[in-house]
C-alpha cells in the first residue's frame, strides 16, 4: 500500500521530524491540543507570496506543496499539503524564538489520516513541556536538549536540520531522550552552487539523508521527495548521488557478516521444519558445507564432518530462510536489519526502478549484505492518485511498453495499480503474459477481485481488495482513493463470508490458484490500532530501538469517520482475519508480507495461526510458498539437501507458539552465518526482541 499506515508510521520513524530548541515560550502561548478537534484548513497558516515554495515529489508526479517563511513577529512558520492516494494531510507549524535565535515554542497543528495533528512543547522556568497526539511529560533541565516532534509537516524538518548542522559536533540531545548526530557523506552541484549531503543518525536504525546548502536546507530525496520548486527536475540525479553516497557506508557489514565459514556447519540435534510436507521433525541435524546444505537427517545417523563447526541445537529449531513476501526496500540498510529478523528472501512488490537496479547490482558483486529480493515494477494510471514511486501510463500502448520495458530491465513481475483505467489494465496484463511475467497488484477503480482476476491478475495483493468484491458501488468506484481503507472499515464487519459474492470469489481463486497476499498487519494499524497504544507487530522490540522510531510505534490506526467507532473498525479487522482462514481451509494461496518495515512479519505470522491455520501452515506461507510463487523453490524455501543453506535458528518451539520465530539465534543466507545477535547490535538493536 505504500505509505498506508505502515509505511507513514515508518516514514514518521526515518525521516527528520520538526524539532525545536526552547528556552521560555512566548507570551499567551496556547497549546495546539487543547482541542480534540483539528484545525480546519482554512485557519491553517497561509504562506504569504514571498514564502519558499517546496513540491512534494515522486517517480509518478506532484503530491502535494510545502512552504516556510517568516512572519513579521519572527515566528518560523512552515505549511504542507499533501495527498498520497487519497490520504490528505493538511498541517502547518509554527516555531517562536527569541533574541538569541532559542526556539520559546512550537506548535503543530492540522490532521492526516490518523485524525487530529496537533502537538505542542514550550520551556520555561526550567520545565519543558510536551503534549502529541500518542503521550505527553515534563523534563527538569536548561532548555538545551531539543524536542523531537512525533509529526507535523516534512518541510519542518527544514529547521531541525539546520540546527543540527550548525551544532557543536552537529550533536543534539533530544527530548523525550535520544541524541541526533549528523555527517556529511557527498556533495552535488545544482546550478552555480554546491550543496551538501548529510546523514542524520539517532532517529532510527537506518541514516537519514537530507541535502543542504552551506548550512541552510535545500532538500530530501526518499520516495517521497521534498524539493525546492526551482529545482524539481534535480530529484532523479540527487536521489542517484544519494545512493551511492550511503552505499559506501556497506562494506564494513560485508566484511563482518558477508564471509562464508571456511569449515563445513552442523546443526545438530535441532527440531526441523519440513516445509515441503508442513511437519515439525524432532532431533534432526543439518550439515552445511559451502553455500550448499549437503546432509540433513535424524541426529542418531546423520554423519557430521570432522572439521565441521557444530551448532548444538537442543531446544531450539531449526527453519527454512523466511520470506517477506510484501516489503518495499527503502534503503540499503534494510538488508542487514531484515537479516537479524531471518529475513533472507523478500519481494519488493513495486519499487522505483532504477534505485532497485543498482541496489540489485549491489547485492550481486558482494557490495551489500542483504537477503535476496525479488523485485515488481509498479504501473499505475498517471493522475493525481497515482501510486508514489511508480510509472505512470496514460493509454494501452503506454501500459504494454511499460510492462516491455520493465522485462526488458530484468523484471519478472509487474504490480498494477488503483488508477489504472481497465482498459489500459488488460492490455498491460497481455503483454506481461506473453512475456512470462506474474501479474499482481491493487484492483483497480471501478473494478473487483473477480474482474481483475477475469483480467489476468495471478495474484490479489491485501487483504482488503478480496473483501471490496462484496463492496457498494460508492467505496468500489473511488477505492483509488481513501475508499479503499474506510470501505473495508465500514462495511467488512457485515460481511456473510459463506455466501456470494465472498464465497464464490473464494472459490474461483482456490480452483485457479489464484495467490493472496493479506499483509493483515497493514490493516492491523490502519483499523485496530488505539493512538498512544503500541500494537502486537511492535510490542517485543520496546526497549530495543531509537526512541523516535519507538514513539512512532504509537500512532494509532486511521480516524473512523464521525459516524463509526474504533470498535466498528476493530470489528471489521477481525472479520478481514476471519476471512484469511476461510481462504487457507478452501486451498488459496496465502503469502505472508508485511507492507511495513518488516519487524511485523511474525505478527502477520501470528494472526494467521488465529485466523485458524496451524503453525506449520502459517509458517508455509513464509516459506516454501512465496518461493514458488517467484519459482526460486527448486534453490529455497525449504530445508533440502542441495538447496542453498538459508537457514534460521531460533530460540524456542514455533510449533507451540510461532512467535517464538522472533527469537533468532543464528542466521544463514546463502551458506553465510551470521550471529543474529551480534548483526542486532550492529544495526542498532539494543537488544533482542522479547
Given at each position: ?130 503534549s502529541s497526539p500518542v503521550d505527553s511529560g515534563e523534563s527538569a533541565g536548561d532548555g538545551a536538549a531539543v524536542y523531537s516532534s512525533f509529526g507535523g509537516p516534512f518541510v519542518a524538518s527544514a529547521d531541525f536540520a539546520e540546527r ?527
Amino acid at each position: 500500500m505504500r505509505f498506508t499506515h505502515a509505511a507513514a508510521m515508518l516514514l514518521a520513524a526515518v525521516s527528520v521530524p520538526a524539532m525545536a530548541h526552547i528556552d521560555q515560550p512566548p507570551p499567551a502561548a496556547v497549546s495546539a491540543t487543547d482541542s480534540e478537534v483539528p484545525t480546519p484548513v482554512d485557519q491553517l497558516a497561509a504562506p504569504p507570496t514571498d514564502a519558499e515554495p517546496f513540491l512534494l515529489l515522486s517517480t509518478a508526479g506532484q503530491h502535494g506543496t510545502a512552504f516556510r517563511w517568516r512572519d513579521a513577529n519572527g515566528d518560523n512558520l512552515f505549511r504542507e499539503s499533501m495527498n498520497l492516494r487519497g490520504q490528505v494531510f493538511e498541517q502547518d507549524t509554527r516555531i517562536a524564538v527569541n533574541a538569541n535565535g532559542h526556539i520559546t515554542s512550537l506548535i503543530i497543528r492540522g490532521f492526516t489520516p490518523n485524525g487530529n495533528a496537533a502537538e505542542s512543547y514550550s520551556f520555561a522556568n526550567g520545565r519543558a513541556r510536551w503534549s502529541s497526539p500518542v503521550d505527553s511529560g515534563e523534563s527538569a533541565g536548561d532548555g538545551a536538549a531539543v524536542y523531537s516532534s512525533f509529526g507535523g509537516p516534512f518541510v519542518a524538518s527544514a529547521d531541525f536540520a539546520e540546527r543540527l548542522i550548525a551544532a557543536p559536533e552537529h550533536r543534539l540531545a533530544l527530548l523525550p531522550s535520544g541524541q541526533a548526530r549528523a555527517e556529511q557523506i557527498a556533495t552535488a552541484t545544482i546550478g552555480q552552487n554546491e550543496i551538501q549531503l548529510w546523514a542524520i543518525s539517532g532517529l532510527a536504525l537506518s541514516a537519514f539523508p537530507i541535502w543542504m546548502d552551506d548550512g541552510k536546507f535545500f532538500a530530501i530525496t526518499s520516495w517521497i521527495s521534498l524539493m525546492p520548486s526551482a529545482a524539481a527536475g534535480e530529484m532523479a540525479r540527487l536521489q542517484q548521488i544519494q545512493d551511492e553516497a550511503m552505499a559506501r557506508r556497506n562494506p564494513a557489514f560485508v566484511e563482518r557478516f558477508g564471509q562464508l565459514p571456511s569449515t563445513p556447519v552442523a546443526f545438530e540435534n535441532v527440531r526441523l521444519f519440513d516445509s515441503i510436507e508442513g511437519a515439525w521433525r524432532e532431533d534432526q541435524t543439518v550439515v552445511v558445507d559451502g553455500r550448499l546444505i549437503t546432509a540433513t537427517g535424524p541426529a542418531a545417523s546423520t554423519p557430521v564432518p570432522a572439521n565441521a563447526r557444530r551448532i548444538d541445537g537442543r531446544g531450539k529449531t531449526l527453519v527454512p530462510g523466511l520470506w517477506d513476501a510484501h516489503m518495499h526496500m527503502g534503503d540499503d540498510a534494510s538488508g542487514p536489519m531484515l537479516l537479524t529478523l531471518g529475513v533472507t528472501s523478500a519481494r519488493d512488490p513495486g519499487a522505483d526502478v532504477q534505485p532497485a537496479l543498482a541496489r540489485q547490482q549491489r547485492v550481486a558483486t558482494g557490495q551489500l549484505l542483504s537477503p535476496t529480493v525479488f523485485t515488481s515494477v509498479l504501473i499505475d494510471g498517471a493522475g493525481p492518485l497515482a501510486a508514489q514511486g511508480g510509472v505512470t501510463v496514460t493509454s494501452s500502448e503506454e501500459a504494454a511498453n511499460a510492462v516491455r520495458q520493465a522485462h526488458d530491465n530484468g523484471f519478472r513481475a509487474i504490480k498494477f495499480y488503483t488508477s489504472m483505467q481497465p482498459d489500459w489494465l488488460r492490455a498491460g496484463i497481455a503483454e506481461a503474459h506473453r512475456l512470462g511475467m506474474h501479474v499482481h497488484g491493487h484492483v483497480p477503480a471501478t473494478m473487483r477481485a473477480m474482474d481483475a482476476i477475469d483480467a489476468g491478475y495471478d495474484e490479489i495483493t491485501h487483504i482488503n481488495f478480496i473483501a471490496m468484491q462484496a463492496m457498494p458501488d460508492s467505496v468500489v468506484n473511488v477505492s483509488n482513493g481513501f475508499a479503499r481503507f474506510e470501505g473495508p472499515g465500514r462495511y467488512a464487519r457485515t460481511l456473510d463470508l459463506t455466501a456470494p459474492p465472498i464465497s464464490t470469489l473464494i472459490t474461483r481463486m482456490a480452483s485457479e490458484g489464484i495467490v493472496s497476499d493479506p499483509t493483515l498487519v497493514a490493516f492491523a494499524g490502519i483499523l485496530n490500532a488505539e493512538s498512544g497504544q503500541v500494537s502486537a507487530s511492535y510490542a517485543p522490540f520496546v526497549g530495543t530501538l531509537p526512541p523516535q522510531t519507538e514513539r512512532a510505534f504509537r500512532a494509532g490506526g486511521f480516524a473512523p469517520p464521525a459516524d463509526l467507532t474504533r470498535a466498528d473498525y476493530q470489528a471489521s479487522f477481525a472479520k478481514l482475519v476471519e476471512l484469511v482462514g476461510r481462504m487457507q481451509a478452501a486451498g488459496v494461496p496465502i503469502v505472508a508480507g508485511t507492507d511495513g518495515s518488516g519487524l511485523e512479519l511474525i505478527h502477520e505470522l501470528e494472526l494467521y495461526v488465529q485466523a485458524g491455520m496451524t503453525p506449520a501452515e502459517a509458517l508455509q506461507s513464509a516459506t516454501i510458498r512465496p518461493a514458488r510463487l517467484v519459482g526460486a523453490d527448486n534453490s529455497t524455501g525449504s530445508i533440502t539437501v542441495g538447496k542453498e543453506a538459508d537457514l534460521v535458528l531460533v530460540d524456542g518451539d514455533p510449533s507451540q507458539r510461532i512467535g517464538d520465530l522472533r527469537h533468532t539465534l543464528w542466521v544463514m543466507t546463502d551458506g553465510r552465518l551470521i550471529d543474529a545477535n551480534a548483526l542486532r547490535e550492529a544495526v542498532g538493536f539494543s537488544g533482542p526482541p522479547r
